[in-house]
């Protein structure tokens, strides 16, 4: 079973990621805040996160490792956003995120670039 933890602080777009990623063998829940994403991953093992606020990141690696902190494998972080600059992008995977993808996006690409 993959577990998955979805962070929007959107409720359309969390409901809209769960949609999507919903699937048999697949165990998704989610949050709307940030301290709910860390104290989730602190308290059970995903292994992918896919989060629709790249401000998150804005704290360089710190959300990162603490997404992390508490997993012996590293979960898949998933970056869903509109339109950033190329440097914003560029930080986002320096700082450990595993991939970016651009909203608007279809069901089918959402689907293969988390579960791969």
């Given at each position: 079973m993959?577990?998955?933890?979805?962070?929007?602080?959107?409720?359309?777009?969390r409901a809209m990621?769960?949609?999507?990623?919903?699937?048999?063998?697949?165990?998704?829940?989610?949050?709307?805040?940030?301290?709910?994403l860390?104290?989730?991953?602190?308290?059970?093992?995903f292994d992918r996160v896919v989060i629709e606020d790249y401000r998150l990141f804005m704290d360089g690696g710190g959300s990162v490792e603490r997404i992390r902190a508490h997993f012996t494998s590293m979960p898949k972080i998933v970056v869903l956003s509109s339109a950033i600059d190329e440097q914003s992008v560029l930080s986002l995977l320096e700082c450990g995120v595993d991939q970016y993808l651009l909203l608007p996006i279809s069901p089918d690409r959402l689907r293969r670039k988390v579960y791969k």
């Open positions: 993959v577990k998955i933890l979805v962070f929007s602080p959107s409720f359309r777009m990621i769960v949609g999507m990623l919903t699937a048999p063998g697949v165990e998704i829940e989610s949050v709307t805040s940030r301290d709910a860390f104290k989730r991953c602190a308290e059970k093992l």
